[in-house]
């Protein structure tokens, strides 16, 4: 078998790890690898979305030394250069931000990969060319770029997969869609459930609903029985304690028991629990005819049940939007319903002694849904999730049928141990990573050999990239939204990224 694998993920330790963990074992079952590499001729990635310079240089020189170390054929190891009509590609012009996950260039749809990079980057769906227009130009001239580059190194070698990270930001998602154009086999990859594990998805992205309920059954049927009843349970009590070590945890920022000021328990309490809208808001699998936006549906429910006095609700924003300034979080802030009280992202009151205090939950997808039944409470996911197929929740398919759940009267919860399969899932899944060890981003080994931060070769590679700081500048502008400063030399996002 031939393949074609993309290398754009020498910036981030954890994920070259995973790359050349990949490469060993192609090359060991016999097959025959090309490697392409950015060679900085995108404008910017995930891992580096302002184009720092410093951050090139790191990612190639990396990724040069370890290839050598794990004896890659030096001739198999090529890279991209830019296309002219990339580099001078003029963007039409997007009124919204259903226009740009439109936008095809040859056929292939690279709009949904630009769309996902700026609402990831920015934390904000009001992704329009009023709003970004001139940084949704830079991020298609470098899908355009890989596309080209890859249209070419496809006609060359005539690969039978193509590897790539990810697969939904715009210089990876053109490449999966150059692949479905060609009718080539492709995989994706991505870290598993801790910085040990790794996960390979056959012709679709990490988030494909479909795909992980496959694998949520895969790691179930072949796992011990004790164990994993142990491990899904340690999962939950985790969660709640504020200790689970593959999550962030906000439960230091609450007052433990501690509930709204204004809970009344004598009416019917309905939590909502929302979460932000950034990584699936691009990606077609998940998006649905439900609402357009969580704020969309969270207004509906309650408008719907203003003149009912025994309903009360109460939005717990989710933690992570607590420093965001977007166009959800706006919208929350203009909520102003007699029957809601939002509570605000790092306000201290105790989300679980909210969870089992409520009467019902609501949610969108957030891991708080799954949870709640576990710990006895009927809830409701309004939308989609990984754990939707489990019978975990219940999942109305209109609003009518939400509507239908929050007034019955005796709802029972889902059954707990439904549960169970999603929590061993999210604590166990990936393959074992045998030859990279974790151990922080700057003290983490590949077959004993540190993975540094600089080499002799990020030298050279500086001296390479030089030329390109009026577009480092640039981009800076575009990402930070302000003037460059000294301290962004040292800003290099891809040493910190474990998503």
């Known amino acids: 078998m031939r393949v074609l694998l993309f290398s754009n993920q020498g910036l981030s330790v954890p994920h070259l790890g995973i790359e050349l963990e990949i490469l060993e074992g192609l090359k060991q079952q016999g097959h025959e690898v090309d490697i392409v590499k950015c060679n900085s001729k995108v404008n910017a990635c995930y891992f580096n979305p302002a184009y720092n310079l410093p951050g090139c240089a790191i990612c190639e020189a990396r990724s040069d030394v370890f290839y050598r170390e794990i004896g890659l054929d030096q001739d198999r190891i090529f890279r991209m250069k830019w296309y002219e009509e990339a580099r001078t590609f003029k963007a039409p012009f997007f009124e919204q931000l259903n226009d740009l996950f439109e936008y095809n260039y040859k056929g292939a749809n690279l709009g949904l990969g630009v769309a996902s990079s700026i609402i990831s980057l920015q934390r904000n769906y009001d992704v329009n060319s009023h709003t970004f227009g001139e940084l949704i130009e830079q991020l298609l001239r470098s899908a355009i770029n890989v596309y080209l580059n890859f249209e070419q190194f496809a006609d060359q070698f005539k690969p039978d997969y193509i590897y790539l990270f990810n697969g939904r930001f715009a210089e990876t998602h053109a490449l999966i869609e150059l692949a479905q154009q060609k009718g080539i086999p492709f995989r994706t990859f991505e870290k598993g459930a801790t910085y040990h594990t790794y996960e390979v998805y056959d012709n679709c992205l990490p988030h494909s609903i479909k795909t992980r309920q496959v694998n949520i059954d895969y790691y ?116 102003d319903y007699p029957n809601l009280t939002v509570i605000p992202a790092f306000d201290d009151v105790d989300t679980y002694a909210l969870m089992r205090a409520a009467d019902k939950t609501v949610g969108f997808g957030s891991s708080t849904v799954v949870e709640a039944t576990f710990w006895g409470k009927p809830s409701i996911l309004y939308g989609k999730a990984f754990y939707m197929g489990l019978d975990c929740v ?43 060890k974790w151990n922080g981003k700057f003290n983490s080994h590949y077959k004993g050999l540190k993975m540094k931060r600089f080499y002799p070769e990020t030298v050279a590679y500086l001296f390479k990239f030089v030329g390109n700081i009026p577009k480092w500048i640039q981009m800076n502008k575009l990402v930070r939204g302000r003037g460059f400063k000294i301290s962004d030399i040292g800003k290099l996002k891809g040493e910190n990224v474990l998503k």
């Open 394 to 436: 219940y999942v109305p398919q209109s609003f009518e049928a939400l509507t239908k759940l929050i007034l019955e009267k005796d709802l029972p919860p889902k059954e707990r141990r439904n549960t169970y399969k999603y929590a061993y899932y999210v604590s166990s899944r990936g393959e074992k990573l045998e030859h990279f």
């Open 220 to 335: 179930w049927n072949k796992a011990d029985e004790k164990e994993k009843v142990a491990t899904a349970e340690a999962w939950f009590y985790d969660k709640i304690k504020g200790t689970h070590k593959n999550d962030k945890s906000y439960l230091d920022k609450m007052e433990k028991g501690k509930l709204p000021d204004d809970f009344d328990r004598s009416k019917t309490n309905i939590a909502i629990f929302n979460s932000s809208e950034d990584e699936f808001k691009a990606i077609r699998e998940w998006q649905n005819a439900l609402f357009y936006h969580q704020n969309d549906a969270i207004k509906q429910m309650v408008e719907h049940f203003q003149d009912n006095p025994d309903i009360h609700f109460y939005l717990r924003v989710h933690p992570n939007l607590g420093k965001v300034n977007n166009m959800q979080t706006r919208g929350i802030e203009e909520m």
